[in-house]
Each structure stands twice: as structure tokens, then as C-alpha cells.
């Protein structure tokens, strides 16, 4: 198969790593890190990606998307042409974590807690769930995407079941995601100094490429990789299980 990836540079050691052991003809393309904090922002950008690859004259037989929901920054994507395949993940630590059964068992009772991996350590001296550099933990899109899909008294109970505040105002952890194959050792130590500096216990975590694996060598199993028909629209669902769905462009986005 002939294939595009888009995908977030944090995952660049992990995606090269796959691809070299990959079966099919891959076209690579990175955004930046940074771009996370900025959830519109993103999605313009990964949606302007999609429609230049579309019109670049190559015949793909799908375009990859290493994102998660990423707050909502991939909420809203179509292509035209061509189906898009992205992994049911919430975030980048599903994909680090190789499930979103793993996800679920690490942090399904703490979702606030901020993690890490070689590639944030590569590309901002930041954790993931953080605004502009703090340890503030930003979810403004997120909370306004369920007040638009639920109204504003439900949207405020679906977030309180999933972000108990007492777990969020008591977090003192932070976990940093090892994948073996692309971590150099002393990583953990660099990411175990900013912890304590922070004033964090450090808690390491196995990762597993398993996900990004799948995604480059064509394995969609929909039970971890959702592919939208051309034509139609990604939506968040926000539980454990789907994540993310396909619907038609009149569905709820309006397009």
C-alpha cells in the first residue's frame, strides 16, 4: 500500500523505528509539539495537511493520523478522497501506552496526571498535560466540545464523572512512559530531575509500540483504530471504549 502519515513529532524516534519494518510505502509529515496547546489551531493545521496531501496528485490508499483526540484537536477532520485511519486514544499516553485498556488501568482514576516520554524530552522541556509550560492542565476545548454535543447541565455531569475534582486538585505524580527500543537510558534520569523539581514523585510506566506498529504496517482492528469513510466527519465520543467515531458531514458537526 501506498500511505501518508500525519503525525505529532513526539512520536518521531517511535514512528521511524516501525517504519523501517514496515511492509508498505510510507510518506511522512511532523507538526510540532507545541501545536497541542492550541487545540483549533491544530486541527486547521492537520486539516490543511490532509487537504494538501489529497491534492499532491498521489493516489493513497490512506491517510494516517498519530494523534488522539488531543483536545479535541481531532475532532472535526475529513477527508474527501480518502479514508483516514486514527487510533481510539484520548491522547498521546494511549498510543506511548500501546491500548487504551492500558490507558484505562493507569489512569482511568487519575486522568489529570501529567506524563512523559523521549519524545517530549526531545521536543519541550514540558509534560504533556500542561499549558504553556506550567503544570496547569488546560481542558477549556474539551469541556466546551461536550456543552455543544450535550448542553451545558449534562456536559458539566459527564465531566465531573470523568474528572472527580478531588483526584485533579490531589495529583502528585508523574509518570514517564519507557519504551525500550527508543529511549536512551539516561532519559528516565533527566525525567526523574524535572519530577522532583516539580515537586512530583516520578513513576515509571512500560510503554509498547504496538499501536504506531499497527497503524504503519495496515493492521486497523477497529477495536483500537477507527477509519472514516471520505467524505465523512471525526466526532469525540469521550468514554473508555470508541473514543472517537465517523459520521456523516450533517451529523453534529454541520459541515
Not at 490512506?62 to 491522547?91: E, K, S
Not at 473514543?243 to 451529523?251: I, N
Request: proline share 6%; aromatic share 10%; with cysteine.
Amino acid at each position: 500500500m501506498l500511505l501518508k502519515l500525519i503525525s505529532c513529532n513526539v512520536f518521531q524516534r517511535e514512528v521511524c523505528w516501525c517504519l523501517a519494518r514496515s511492509p508498505h510505502i510510507v510518506d511522512l509529515e511532523f507538526t510540532e509539539l507545541g501545536e497541542h496547546a492550541h487545540s483549533g489551531r491544530l486541527r486547521d493545521l492537520i486539516q490543511a495537511k490532509i487537504d494538501a496531501t489529497e491534492q499532491a496528485g498521489k493516489k493513497y490508499d490512506a491517510i494516517l493520523l498519530l494523534f488522539g483526540l488531543c483536545g479535541n484537536a481531532t475532532a472535526g477532520l475529513r477527508a474527501r478522497q480518502t479514508p483516514l485511519v486514527i487510533p481510539r486514544a484520548h491522547d498521546c499516553c494511549t498510543i506511548l501506552l500501546g491500548s487504551k485498556e492500558k490507558f484505562a488501568q493507569h489512569f482511568k482514576d487519575a486522568p489529570s496526571t501529567p506524563f512523559s516520554s523521549a519524545g517530549y524530552l526531545d521536543r519541550g522541556e514540558y509534560f504533556l498535560r500542561v499549558d504553556g509550560g506550567t503544570s496547569t492542565v488546560n481542558y477549556g476545548s474539551s469541556y466546551a466540545e461536550l456543552v455543544k454535543q450535550y448542553g451545558e447541565e449534562d456536559a458539566k455531569y459527564v465531566w465531573e464523572q470523568m474528572h472527580p475534582p478531588e483526584l485533579e486538585n490531589a495529583q502528585t505524580k508523574a509518570v514517564f512512559i519507557n519504551l525500550p527500543e527508543t529511549t536512551p537510558p539516561e532519559y528516565l534520569q533527566r525525567f526523574q530531575e524535572k519530577a522532583a523539581a516539580a515537586g512530583k514523585e516520578c513513576v515509571e510506566l512500560p510503554g509498547s509500540l504496538r499501536l504506531i506498529n499497527q497503524l504503519l504496517i495496515g493492521q486497523w482492528n477497529p477495536q483500537d483504530f477507527l477509519t472514516v469513510p471520505p467524505g465523512q466527519n471525526t466526532v469525540g465520543v469521550y468514554d473508555w471504549d470508541e473514543v472517537v467515531r465517523a459520521v456523516p458531514p450533517t451529523d453534529d458537526t454541520g459541515k
